[in-house]
């Protein structure tokens, strides 16, 4: 496990393509956010009232729950992403067939793509919340306030989760080996789950539920729920190590 | 009785439009260069990828140094089928040890292999060149150092000369009769017969998904032996693909 570990740690690190989703899902959530405030300031009245409900209540906690909107959307399809070319590049770039024959099994070098995978999303989250502080600040919300604390908790763990219901990418892109079948399946999970939060489906629609959970703060979403995350990564997991450990290079 | 270090028996895998492997019977000696020869499409990939586990056979079995693949030691295993294990976003040397690791070589010895690599393949200069700035002969070269860096015990390259300018050529030349010499097994398919013919010890023709037959790598005209064969066999046997 800990040659595909650093295998897989080294490729990440040193990708543009990583760097960038990076980058893109980090820094670009944290501006639009920062848009939208100085959009509510502007003297465009209808600006101020199409983008006004989006910030309500105004202040931190306003932001942090417009930021909840935009990451729930915008970081499941950056997760999709970098999980697409994590596991498809292999197949698209002809690489995987110099992961067989080796004393490393599939399987292992699969769930080290899923940690390093799983590492990164930590990581991004942790950043996001502060690039978001950040631009904040610097568009004269003042100081963080009490009452944003929990706000912002709730956004660290909104981009995990969105990265954990992200996963089935991963599995897209094994099955159709291709990048773009995963990012297809990202994009996928998000309309359906549009659909399915018009729909009325609330917080039983698993992709669905971490958006809504953290748009509502906490209040229209089960412990249930949010709970039944769980066995979708689960199973997500387990199916991408059987396809990665039954995987054949057929025509 | 020499030892084997590479064997299929009764081989099947058959494609959809009737290419692949329809019943192939091949031992890989140790200590021997074993070439494939044949037209494209004759099956000599499928059954490269069937000997190293990337495809399951519908009938037959393989084995490693006597074992079934399920137990064989990969770590013994140096192969390249296609595409060069060279991610382009590292560098030459961080994709040799990248390659050195995954084929199980411990830590403190990944560093004077992948040297050593380099520069038995011609690639100090482009050490820490991203594999993506390489030209297609450099990177192929970089997939042969990678597979071969670990001195495994059974050799397997697909169409090894790629790419490869003549230089490279006479390098790999070098590199597969020095492992073969030292106890490798090595199975190689090319398209030159000339090649082959310098460094195989045995030549087998891959035609429709059969072996049909060897030709004599002393031989003086080799290339009017094999296409005597293939045209015997196309006679024989109606070309049964689509």
């Known amino acids: 496990m800990h040659a595909a570990l650093v295998t897989e740690a080294l490729k990440v690190y040193r990708s543009r393509t990583a760097r960038a989703i990076t980058v893109i899902v980090v820094l670009g959530i944290a501006l639009i956010c920062a848009s939208m405030l100085l959009a509510v300031g502007t003297a465009d009245a209808q600006m101020a009232a199409k983008l006004g409900p989006l910030i309500d209540p105004g ?137 399915a939060v018009v729909a009325g ?34 199973g997500s997991c387990s199916l991408i190590l059987v396809a990665w450990s039954r995987l054949q290079l057929d025509k | 009785m020499a030892d084997v270090a590479l064997a299929g028996r009764g081989l099947v895998r058959l494609y959809g439009d009737g290419a692949g492997v329809r019943g192939m019977d091949i031992a890989v000696v140790a200590g021997q260069i074993h070439a494939l020869v044949g037209l494209n499409g004759a099956g000599k990939s499928t059954l490269m990828r069937i000997l190293l586990g990337m495809l399951k056979p519908t009938a037959g079995t393989v084995t490693i140094e006597g074992r079934r693949l399920d137990g064989a030691d990969w770590a013994a295993v140096g192969h390249l089928v296609e595409s060069p294990l060279a991610y382009g976003e590292l560098t030459v040397r961080q994709n040799l040890a990248l390659g050195a690791r995954l084929h199980g070589v411990p830590a403190p010895r990944v560093a004077p292999m992948v040297d050593a690599a380099m520069t038995e393949l011609r690639m100090d200069t482009y050490a820490g060149r991203r594999a993506r700035t390489l030209s297609l002969g450099n990177r192929q070269r970089l997939g042969l150092a990678s597979a071969l860096q670990h001195h495994p015990r059974i050799i397997v390259l697909d169409e090894p000369s790629n790419g490869l300018d003549p230089a490279g050529v006479i390098l790999l030349r070098e590199a597969l009769l020095t492992r073969a010499g030292d106890g490798a097994g090595v199975l190689v398919s090319s398209h030159h017969l000339d090649e082959v013919a310098r460094i195989a010890d045995r030549i087998s023709v891959v035609n429709q998904g059969r072996i049909i037959g060897d030709l004599d790598p002393g031989g003086i005209d080799i290339e009017r032996s094999f296409f005597d064969l293939v045209l015997a066999d196309d006679t024989e046997v109606p070309c049964t693909r689509r």
Do not use: N
């Open chain 1, 59 to 195: 202040g931190w906690v306003g932001y942090f729950a417009a930021a909840a909107q935009v990451t729930s959307a915008a970081g499941l399809l950056g997760c999709g992403a970098l999980l697409s070319w994590m596991f498809g590049r292999e197949f698209g770039e002809g690489t995987i067939t110099g992961l067989f024959a080796l004393p490393v099994k599939r399987h292992t070098i699969a769930a080290a793509k899923l940690i390093i995978y799983a590492l990164w999303a930590l990581a991004v989250s942790v950043s996001l919340v502060l690039a978001l502080v950040a631009f904040g600040l610097v568009s004269g919300l003042g100081a963080v306030t009490v009452e944003a604390v929990p706000a912002m908790g709730r956004q660290v763990a909104l981009t995990l989760l969105t990265a954990t219901i992200a996963i089935p990418a991963a599995w897209a892109a094994t099955l159709g080996r291709s990048v773009l079948a995963g990012i297809g399946t990202a994009i996928g999970i998000l309309v359906v789950s549009q659909v």
């Open chain 1, 201 to 234: 489906t609330g917080g039983w629609f698993t992709f669905a539920a971490p958006a809504l959970w953290a748009v509502s703060q906490g209040t229209r979403v089960s412990p249930t729920q949010l709970a039944l995350i769980i066995p979708l990564v689960l």
